[in-house]
């Protein structure tokens, strides 16, 4: 059984940073593509970064792309999710996503494993 755990959430002024930590366990996790979804409340879930299994390729959504970083370290089977210049419509609770097997997908149906879920909250 894989699971997901997010932890470095909390509460940050605008401007500010937080990293966001994705542990995985049950299985290595460079048998995963790898994303960070966000869901603000009463919107959808959200498509934020995603990583390939190997850490080369990356891709970032134009609403954070610039300010987040999506980086992962296969050794401590952990991704994570470095947030810069925060602004207060990034307030939203943060999910990390795993994806077995195959290449990262900007769609959240796709992926196989989800965790709780970790609330960021911006204030200005």
């Known amino acids: 059984q894989v699971q997901l755990v997010e932890s470095g959430g909390g509460l940050v002024q605008a401007g500010g940073s937080l990293r966001l930590s994705c542990a995985v366990s049950?299985?290595?996790?460079?048998?995963?593509?790898m994303a960070w979804f966000r869901q603000a409340p009463g919107k959808e879930r959200e498509f934020g970064a995603a990583?390939?299994?190997?850490?080369?390729?990356?891709y970032s959504a134009d609403s954070v792309k610039g300010r987040f970083t999506i980086s992962r370290d296969n050794a401590k089977n952990t991704v994570y999710l470095q947030m810069n210049s925060l602004k207060r419509e990034d307030t939203a609770v943060y999910y990390c996503?795993?994806?077995?097997?195959?290449?990262?997908?900007?769609?959240?149906?796709?992926?196989?494993?989800w965790g709780q879920g970790t609330q960021v909250t911006v204030s200005s």
């Open positions: 996503a795993a994806r077995q097997g195959r290449s990262y997908s900007l769609t959240a149906v796709e992926y196989d494993y």
């Open positions: 049950g299985r290595t996790v460079t048998s995963y593509a």
């Open positions: 990583i390939s299994r190997s850490g080369m390729t990356t």
